[in-house]
């Protein structure tokens, strides 16, 4: 029975812990590296009827050419919502209308900003490893819950503390390993 519940237990830190890395690699999405990627407009959010939207719900994003990115804006009357979010997004791009279609281009990064993006990288792993380490603390107190009940011996409670320090670790190494290949991207000219 016990190896079940720390089977169950392990799947669900796992759960948690997967949710996490999800998370930063969309962050990552959003950081530019110098070229054109639809997720780089996923964090945009456009003030439209009276609410904060992502913008892939006002339009399509599209990359065009490597250092360009369009986007066709479905109701005329959000084209400078849009320009707006996407010139305040702090991104540091710098839209221009055409129509109903807002152009993007993607300009060459300076190493000032590269290395502005990669403190940001490192914030956004930071923020995972703490999301992580989290998950590792309920985890920690659902194993002291079970063997103050005694439904678990102390052996049977620093085996499961051990395994989920385990678990932990194997997460905090792929949110290092995302971290530097997301580096290297950002640092690559």
Known sequence: ?????????????????????????R????????????GLLEPVKVTAYGTEMPLNQIGTVGTPEPRMLTVQVWDKS????????????GLGLNPA???????????QLTTERRNELAKMAHKYAEGAKVSVRGVRRDGME???????KHE???????????EVQKLTDQFIKKVDETLADKEKDIRQV
């Open 142 to 148: 659902q194993i002291k819950g079970h063997e103050k």
């Open 1 to 25: 029975m016990a190896t079940a519940d720390l089977n169950s237990l392990k799947q669900d830190l796992s759960r948690r812990m997967d949710g996490a890395l999800e998370t930063l690699r």
């Open 97 to 107: 209308t055409d129509g109903m279609m807002i152009r993007v281009p993607i300009p």
């Open 78 to 89: 959000m084209v400078s919502s849009v320009e707006k979010a996407i010139r305040d997004s």
């Open 27 to 38: 962050e990552f999405a959003g950081l530019r590296t110098g070229r054109a990627h639809p």
């Open 152 to 162: 678990i011996g102390e052996d049977l409670a620093k085996n499961w503390s051990d």
